[in-house]
């Protein structure tokens, strides 16, 4: 069953499955979406992100032991303030740091990739009623264990189409400043 798949004007309709709230704990999570946009501020409103600020809403699938899956979606606002939130989101799934522990955001390479966050349970309210879903707390570097139980580096064989009267480009990584794979096992868990 497609969870995406659009449905038609005049199409029946399941009763569908019931939300799904994990307990708090470290899940693996796939990313199965991306979109790009710009932080609109709300007019009469205060808002600590600035005005027109480039903005990457992340869809990530998270998996239980039990096999029960929860979809979240994460923002994230490209200005500085922000920055320990993406560093972390590319560190966790598999961005190499460098001397300074800076990594490169790859926005295009994201879509398919695993990794590991803490899930927190997140209780608000809503028509007079206390409500809880599942919110993003830390997400978490790689780890040797993480290697060990499926963690794949990528395949480091992305090529560009060959521009007319040049020869084609070799083996370009995700990552320009790294120029060969991770000691450690990070990189892109596909």
Known sequence: MNDNEILGWDDEVEEGSPFVLLP???????????????????ANRESKVPANCPMATVTLEFTAPTGEKTTLTEKFYLYKKMQWKINQFFTSIGAQKNAEGKVRMNWNGVLGAHGTA?????????????????????????TQQTSASGYQAPQQNYQQPPV?????QQNVTPF?????????GAGYNF
């Not at 320009?176 to 450690?184: F, G």
């Open 24 to 42: 708090e704990g470290d899940y693996p999570f796939i990313i199965t979406g991306l979109d790009r946009g710009i932080y609109e501020k709300p």
């Open 118 to 142: 803490s899930l927190i349970i997140n209780k608000y309210m809503k028509d007079n009623k206390e409500k809880e879903n599942n919110k993003i707390d830390t997400f978490l570097e790689p």
């Open 164 to 168: 007319q009267n040049q020869a084609p």
């Open 176 to 184: 320009p400043q790294q120029t060969s794979a991770p000691q450690n």
